[in-house]
């Protein structure tokens, strides 16, 4: 029931794009994104719900395919502040929540 | 506001010790969360309490953990008679409201406890 994230690891330059998947093989209620820097908490990022709309946060934005359960995460102009892990964190219809596997995303200069 | 708050930051145990972990949720929130990170790892539910409830403890090993959330004080996080793979950071996190999740507000994580058992 863990939501499955891809890829596992990224590795960018400064100002590079990304895109990272969320896949679930639950129906699904909503979407949450989270960033952890090493040895900190997970910092929520955004939430998307079903039948909402795409959502943003500075150059990170999201969107939510209920019909694949799927979510996606787009980092654009990437920054080195944007490096971490990234997990996302999925409701599913039964209201049961769980995390993700996590992407690393390494930002470079 | 403080958020959520937690102690101690880092605990050491000897194997056979009892440990306890304390998470005071952020002003307002009343439903608290604890999760267990295993180095380079994901965040594995444990429990889900409200005040002086649990809610949904599925995540909790059967034997030597339990949790708490009385009327007056912080949420309690037990460990007894701790192994060595009980080394981990939990992470407590609190959300406001009604329900589970609330839109727009996501959960608020606490700096977590690094337990190290030896």
């Known amino acids: 029931q863990q939501p499955v994230q891809s890829p596992q690891a990224v590795i960018l330059r400064e100002g590079e794009d990304a895109v990272i998947n969320c896949s679930s093989s639950?129906?699904?209620?909503?979407v949450h994104w989270y960033r952890q820097k090493h040895g900190e908490a997970p910092v929520f990022l955004m939430i998307l719900l079903k039948g909402g709309e795409q959502k943003g946060h500075e150059k990170i934005s999201a969107s939510f395919n209920e019909k694949k359960q799927q979510s996606s995460l787009y980092l654009t102009a990437s920054q080195l502040s944007y490096s971490g892990t990234y997990f996302c964190?999925?409701?599913?219809?039964?209201?049961?929540?769980?995390f993700g596997t996590g992407t690393s995303l390494t930002v470079i200069p | 506001n403080a958020g959520v708050m937690q102690n101690p930051r880092h605990l050491v145990r000897r194997r056979g010790q009892e440990a306890r972990l304390r998470c005071s949720p952020m002003?307002?929130?009343?439903?608290v969360y604890w999760y267990r990170q295993l180095p380079e790892e994901g965040l594995k539910f444990m429990v889900y309490l409200q005040k002086e409830n649990i809610i949904d403890e599925s995540g909790m090993p059967k034997e030597r953990f339990s949790a708490e959330f009385p009327k007056e004080g912080p949420s309690i996080l037990r460990i007894q008679q701790v192994v060595r793979g009980d080394s981990a950071a939990y992470f407590c996190?609190?959300?406001?409201?009604?329900?589970?999740?609330?839109?727009?507000?996501?959960?608020?994580f606490g700096s977590g406890t690094r337990l190290t058992v030896v």
């Open positions: 639950k129906a699904l209620y909503s």
């Open positions: 002003k307002g929130h009343s439903h």
């Open positions: 996190a609190s959300s406001p409201g009604q329900g589970r999740l609330l839109a727009n507000y996501g959960y608020t």
């Open positions: 964190g999925t409701e599913n219809t039964g209201n049961q929540f769980y």
